[in-house]
């Protein structure tokens, strides 16, 4: 148990469908991030919130939407994607957001679509 | 190009082994490293950290080499509990001159002892 709790573990919709990626962080952290993890490629930084600001978006496609209402959640707010977009979605936190920061990784959504 | 890179393997090893890893970054200005694990199906998890005059903890040992812009992680006498994917990752300030740093992590290298 990291201390960061993601829902649900799985999770299949069509392409027409809107569904949400909730994370929560009980370690006291101000920094959160959203991950993206396909087979055979690296992991891959999609948006940093510090202290609920979003001070990263890495040219992620507008149907994806985060939303941080206060530094302990995050959500991933998902419509209209594509088959590609099947992965794991990682949820992670740090301290502050800080160069040297460790993340703590939640264990992830299984992303499929349909 | 690819801000970091690992050789994705697989490397497969007996117990009892000695196994390297190493693992390149592009970004001269990058300015923290870490290695973190991932057994399948799970996510990854901070293994270490690594700083410049290299450190060990227990097993492994890991080293940074600035010059050349690598990192390298060393498991002795490997265990079976050691099968895993290992990800090498570096932190590089945000734009700017942000404080803010941004995790850019390898493939990963995947890892089987046997018996």
């Known amino acids: 148990e990291t201390g960061v709790t993601q829902t649900p573990r799985h999770l299949v919709m069509g392409m027409t469908n809107k569904k949400s990626l909730k994370c929560e962080q009980h370690l006291g952290h101000n920094a959160m991030y959203w991950y993206k993890q396909s087979a055979k490629k690296p992991l891959e930084l999609m948006f940093v919130?510090?202290?609920?600001?979003?001070?990263e978006n890495n040219s992620v496609p507008s149907r994806f939407s985060p939303e941080c209402p206060n530094s302990s959640h995050l959500f991933l707010h998902l419509h209209t994607l594509q088959p590609e977009d099947s992965a794991l979605y990682l949820c992670?936190?740090?301290?502050?957001?800080?160069?040297?920061?460790?993340?703590?990784f939640g264990s992830g959504t299984q992303l499929s679509v349909l | 190009r690819k801000e970091v890179e690992q050789d994705p393997g697989p490397f497969n090893v007996p117990e009892g082994a000695t196994v390297a890893f190493n693992c390149t970054y592009s970004?001269?200005?990058?300015?923290?490293f870490f290695w973190y694990r991932q057994d399948c199906r799970k996510e990854p998890k901070l293994l270490m950290s690594v700083y410049s005059s290299g450190n060990e903890d227990g097993r492994f040992t890991a080293q940074l080499n600035r010059a050349s812009q690598y990192i390298s992680l060393l498991i002795r006498d490997s265990k079976l509990s050691d099968s895993a994917t290992y990800l090498c990752a570096v932190n590089v300030f945000g734009d700017r001159g942000s404080t803010l740093g941004r995790l850019y992590f390898g493939r990963g290298t995947q890892l089987t002892v046997w018996p």
């Open positions: 919130y510090n202290f609920k600001e979003q001070t």
């Open positions: 970004n001269s200005a990058s300015q923290s």
């Open positions: 992670a936190s740090s301290l502050t957001g800080g160069s040297n920061e460790k993340l703590f």
